[in-house]
C-alpha cells in the first residue's frame, strides 16, 4: 500500500558518453566539465563492452552540458529522460517510488539509488519514452 512519505521528484535529462575503458577515463571527463562550470545531479559509469566504459551524465543545465561538451570535443548521446527522487531516507523508501509506478501501470526498467548516511537519498528511475509524463504523474502525488 502506498504511504506518504517525504520526497521530492524531479524530471531530468541524460546524456551518455562511451569512451575507451582505461585508467583515469571517468576523472578526465568528470574534471574537463567541472572546469568548464557543468554542475551535475548524477553520474554513473558502466562498462560497455571489452574495451569501452559508458558515463551518464546527469547536469543540472542540459544546455549548458550540451554546449561545454560540444566544445571540450565530448561526444554526447542524447537527451534522455529520466527522474529523480530525492528524499528522507525511510525504511521502504524505494519500495515506495516502486508501488506508485506499478499501481500507474508504468515499468521501469532501471533504477539506482543511494543513501547518503545521513538519512536522505536519492534515486534516478529510468521509464519508457511513452510512459514518462505517466510516472512522473505517479509520483507527484
Not at 512519505?5 to 567541472?34: K, N, Q, S
Not at 562498462?47 to 549548458?64: I, K, Y
Not at 529520466?82 to 508504468?106: K, P, Y
Amino acid at each position: 500500500m502506498v504511504r506518504p512519505m517525504a520526497f521530492t521528484v524531479r524530471p531530468v535529462d541524460y546524456y551518455y558518453v562511451t569512451v575507451g575503458d582505461e585508467l583515469g577515463a571517468a576523472y578526465r571527463v568528470l574534471a574537463t566539465l567541472a572546469e568548464r562550470g557543468v554542475n551535475l545531479l548524477a553520474f554513473t559509469a558502466v562498462p560497455s563492452g571489452p574495451s569501452l566504459a559508458q558515463f551518464t551524465l546527469f547536469p543540472e543545465d542540459p544546455n549548458r552540458l550540451a554546449a561545454e561538451a560540444r566544445a571540450a570535443q565530448i561526444p554526447l548521446e542524447g537527451p534522455h529522460h529520466a527522474i529523480l527522487v530525492q528524499g528522507d531516507d525511510e525504511l521502504g523508501a524505494f519500495a515506495n517510488v516502486h508501488e506508485r509506478l506499478f499501481r500507474a501501470g508504468v515499468d521501469i526498467y532501471a533504477s539506482s539509488g543511494v543513501t547518503d548516511g545521513r538519512r536522505a537519498y536519492g534515486y534516478v528511475v529510468y521509464v519508457r519514452e511513452d510512459q514518462f509524463e505517466r510516472a512522473v504523474g505517479a509520483l507527484e502525488l
